[in-house]
């Protein structure tokens, strides 16, 4: 289950991926776009066309533009309140998760971000089976070595980028066969 491309490509565990890249670099807008109404926090399709747009003109990151917006005020109320809870609840999950094991930083941010209980809520058999592969992905980060070239990274980064490596090697395997 660990390796196979088929498992990263679970929702679920592209949404746990994408909080564990925005801790790992608050600047990177994928994982922004990926996670900032997941699960859903009243940020809509409207506010992120807003915080695009002023990214773009002013050439920063998408979180760049939201300490921006929310500093000047220049969103609607809810719009405001509920970026600044999310930048919040990523700001505290860097702070906490600082220097556990990378196990423990995994699971720490899929029950801070909302995920699992996200996901616990709907008592369906595809809802368990995602509450399945969420734990599975902590168990594949408590049996993570680094290799040669994710040694010398953090072992949050480290993992990132074997994952990472890992689909796009499926990837490439599938377009040449």
């Known amino acids: 289950v660990y390796g196979g491309l088929k498992f990263f490509e679970r929702a ?14 608050k600047n990177d807008d994928g994982a922004f776009e990926r996670v900032v109404n997941m699960p859903t926090r009243g940020i809509g399709e409207t ?11 002013q050439n920063i990151s998408l979180w760049k533009t939201a300490q921006s917006l929310i500093q000047q005020q220049n969103l609607p109320t809810r719009a405001t309140t509920a970026l ?19 196990h423990e ?21 595809k809802s368990l089976a995602r509450v399945e592969n969420l734990e599975e992905l902590i168990n594949a980060t408590s049996q993570f070595v680094p290799d040669s070239e994710t040694a010398s990274l953090s072992p949050l980064a480290g993992f990132l980028s074997h994952v990472a490596l890992e689909t796009g090697e ?8």
């Open 47 to 57: 506010t992120l066309a807003t915080l695009r747009e002023h990214a773009k003109e």
């Open 84 to 102: 600044a809870h999310f930048l919040s609840l990523i700001e505290n999950m860097m702070q906490t998760t600082e220097n556990l094991p990378l």
């Open 170 to 177: 499926h990837q490439a395997d599938q377009l040449t066969n």
């Open 105 to 125: 930083l995994t699971e720490y941010v899929l029950m801070k971000s909302g995920l699992m209980a996200h996901h616990q809520q709907d008592r369906s058999e």
């Open 12 to 25: 679920e565990i592209k949404d746990l991926l994408g909080y564990l890249r925005l801790v790992a670099n």
